[in-house]
């Protein structure tokens, strides 16, 4: 690499140590090729995500996100350090640069408030800003050759969108955006509303029993998604296994004790994700 690109990576994987609570302890398992490659897919992620996160007016997010889909198709032509170096990764890994053209999508469809009727729509949307994270880290990754590599990939990103999504109910309510299917709601006679301290309100356990539910239906993602495993090398399947098993504890302290959503921003510690990624690299499960 010339020293422009390594600058560009080091700028990547300082991102990636800053910001990725839960990947980095899977993707600092990788040897330092597929460690440097998967660091710059996801600085590019976050910035995709940090501009439809972020404080600037809808109309705006939604001309930066043009702005950066013009850019990931001259990807080739960028002096961006991010842009770079996922460029060079996509010369060197099989990297399906067009699900960051998903990834867009998704994040569009948070900037225009979209809402999700059924989990079919709530699917689609998962696929968007997560199935597609899955496959480019599979890019990275490589595989024995599957035809439903690809398929378990995307599932997995899915089941770990689904956990975000239990997780951050709370958080979510108060940014005005609802994930959890109307359909799911009004089955089990939820109304999503917080109460003076900003706490959600569950007073006859409705949404208790929606949260469990969710969890179940994810748990089976989950089940489709780690298939994929197998059919990676050892350092790959390691760096898989650790960052699904992080949300997968996190999944089950969700499903176990389910009003702990309700108040605050459930996490694991330090300890327990270097537990989780220690023992993905022994090929234990989580």
Request: hydrophobic share 40%; net charge neutral.
């Amino acid at each position: 690499m010339t020293g422009t690109l390594d600058e560009a990576y080091a700028h990547c994987a300082s991102i990636t140590r800053q910001r990725a609570r839960n990947f980095y302890y899977g993707i600092r398992l990788l040897p330092g090729p597929k460690r440097a490659a998967l660091c710059a897919v996801y600085a590019l992620a976050r910035r995709i995500d940090d501009i439809g996160d972020g404080d600037l007016r809808p109309v705006d997010k939604a001309s930066g996100l043009a702005a950066l889909r013009a850019a990931l198709r001259d990807i080739d032509a960028s002096t961006d350090p991010v842009l770079l170096a996922v460029a060079d990764a996509a010369r060197r890994y099989p990297i399906p640069l067009g699900a960051f053209e998903e990834l867009v999508d998704g994040v569009e469809m948070d900037v225009t408030g979209r809402s999700y009727d059924t989990f079919e729509d709530l699917v689609e949307y998962c696929r968007c800003v997560a199935g597609s994270v899955g496959r480019l880290c599979l890019g990275v990754f490589g595989s024995r050759p599957d035809p439903e590599a690809s398929g378990y990939a995307d599932a997995l990103g899915i089941a770990l969108q689904q956990t975000n999504i239990l997780r951050d109910i709370r958080e979510d309510l108060g940014n005005g955006r609802v994930y959890l299917p109307q359909r799911d709601l009004d089955r089990f006679g939820v109304d999503l509303t917080l109460d003076e301290r900003g706490a959600l309100v569950d007073k006859d356990g409705e949404l208790a029993a929606l949260i469990d539910f969710s969890a179940t239906r994810a748990r089976g993602w989950y089940r489709d998604g780690l298939r994929l495993v197998p059919l990676l090398d050892r350092r790959s399947a390691a760096c898989c296994t650790a960052m699904s098993g992080i949300y997968v504890r996190l999944l089950d302290q969700i499903a176990q004790r389910p009003a702990a959503v309700y108040d605050q921003r459930l996490s694991l510690s330090g300890w327990q994700k270097a537990g989780v990624a220690a023992r993905a690299l022994l090929g234990r499960a989580s």
